[in-house]
């Protein structure tokens, strides 16, 4: 940390910051070799600066644009507040005198591309390397400078390619994406950018912040979320690039991580499992019946009465002594005696299964009786409809040939109901 501290570049404090003893200042500048980390920000990569708890990173895009940007410019100078300017050579191209007044502040110039393409990542690769080389002509034009320059550039909405990525690192550029962003470039209240920033910033505890210095909420926005940063001991930290004059700020590579691994998590530093040399295998005695006779019989009978909230106590077995090791305990042979079955048992299962066969023999013969009678009164009523219907005052001949006389009606449903009454004992 004394290290860092000694080869910062630039440092300004609130107390540097006359007539604005409210201002949080900037902390300290570090100073980064864009070959050594050529791709930086925690939404889209694993590594992001080199920062401290609780440091800030200060970024804006798109600019400039002088109706809004200027107000930017003179909040920060409010402030002492340095930042990152990432902004669009057609908007240089407009406003030359925006991007001087950005490196006049003290204040990093870096690139945003040419014209700002909405989808980068579906532009044809050679269309995305003019877009990325255009925009630093138009800065540096804009500049008047080449110096001034700051090799970085962020790809409009972060919509980065492979190609992109080594296209700019063969460049010596260093891409940034960022660690968080505030939404500042969506239709939300500057309240709502407000409310973001310092959310975001509190779960992350530390990192790249994304604004626009374009859009009229973040005006209204950036001087609340600078005093809220003083009022939670956040701290402003100024990136600029490495030179030949200017060497970079010596760093750890864990301190290029946003949370780098812990000496004391155990998935840092497993232990190795130890190598034993076993004696031998272990051989266990065989155990014989004697082991298995818990003597369980007379356990309630010698149990002492329980109080309240007093738990039983467990009943152990009986020591008993272990048979020498290396004897084999043997079962005995079965007797034939165990296979028989004694007389009496064998006589109720024959009257079982006697009684069985009676049983079903009934009630086989109560179902033919009722399929008789069935048949039986079905002919008897076709027999009926067969017959003509007589008119009132004739009489019905019988047959020729038929001897005796006709039965009497009342006589035939007598018989007919006797059969019914037969055959209903029969089944029960």
Not at 103 to 129: C, I, W, Y
Request: glycine share 6%.
């Amino acid at each position: 940390m004394g290290a860092l501290a000694c080869l910062t570049v630039q440092t300004a404090s609130a107390a540097e910051c006359p007539g604005h003893p409210d201002a949080i200042g900037t902390s300290r500048t570090i100073v980064v070799d864009p070959r050594a980390y050529p791709i930086i920000g925690t939404m889209q990569y694993r590594k992001t600066l080199p920062l401290e708890d609780r440091e800030v990173v200060l970024t804006f895009d798109d600019g400039p644009l002088p109706k809004y940007s200027d107000q930017i410019l003179d909040i920060l100078a409010a402030h002492c507040a340095k930042a990152t300017f990432f902004l669009v050579g057609s908007q240089a191209n407009a406003s030359p005198e925006g991007v001087r007044k950005v490196r006049d502040a003290g204040h990093t110039v870096a690139t945003h591309t040419q014209n700002h393409p909405a989808g980068m990542d579906r532009l044809p690769f050679e269309r995305s390397k003019q877009e990325i080389e255009q925009g630093i002509a138009s800065v540096t034009a804009a500049l008047g400078d080449g110096t001034a320059l700051a090799p970085f550039l962020r790809i409009p909405g972060l919509r980065r390619t492979d190609e992109i990525e080594e296209f700019a690192a063969s460049k010596g550029l260093q891409l940034w994406s960022a660690d968080f962003p505030a939404d500042d470039w969506r239709d939300v209240s500057a309240n709502r950018v407000y409310e973001l920033a310092m959310q975001r910033l509190e779960r992350k505890g530390k990192g790249i912040l994304l604004l626009h210095d374009i859009q009229p909420r973040t005006v209204t926005a950036l001087p609340r979320i600078l005093s809220e940063l003083k009022a939670r001991g956040y701290r402003i930290v100024h990136v600029v690039p490495a030179t030949p004059e200017r060497p970079a700020t010596p760093t750890e590579p864990q301190q290029w991580q946003l949370r780098p691994p812990s000496e004391v998590v155990a998935s840092s530093r497993w232990p190795k499992v130890s190598k034993f040399a076993a004696a031998g295998p272990a051989v266990l005695p065989v155990p014989g019946l004697s082991d298995l006779d818990w003597h369980t019989a007379d356990l309630g009978a010698h149990a002492p009465r329980r109080g309240r909230g007093v738990p039983p106590a467990t009943p152990w077995p009986r020591q008993t002594s272990l048979p020498p090791a290396g004897t084999l305990a043997a079962l005995p042979i079965p007797a034939e005696s165990i296979f028989k079955i004694p007389e009496s048992t064998r006589v109720a299962m024959l009257a079982l299964s006697a009684r069985r066969t009676t049983s079903i023999a009934q009630v086989r013969s109560t179902e033919v009786s009722s399929a008789s009678l069935a048949g039986k009164s079905r002919r008897h009523d076709r027999a009926a409809t067969a017959q003509p219907p007589t008119s009132a005052g004739q009489t019905v001949q019988a047959p020729e040939g038929a001897s005796g006389t006709a039965p009497k009606p009342a006589a035939q449903a007598k018989r007919n109901a006797r059969s019914v009454r037969v055959a209903g004992l029969k089944k029960r």
